[in-house]
């Protein structure tokens, strides 16, 4: 899937949960591409737990289960 996007639409409120859980600003944006049309507001970003990482690898290798 591809989205286009403008630029992000940050609030004080999601820039700091993001923050708190060790993500910055500047990782988040480097995910997406910013040419388009649409805007993106992210609510929160966290890194992910070895247990969360290893269920998401799963499923990735097998997307049927």
Known sequence: ???LLD???WD???RAKCTKHGVSVATIESIFER???RFLRPISARWMHAKEIRHFEAQIAHPED
């Open 1 to 3: 899937m591809s989205i």
């Open 7 to 9: 630029g992000f639409d």
């Open 12 to 14: 004080s409120g999601n």
């Open 35 to 37: 040419d388009g049309q």
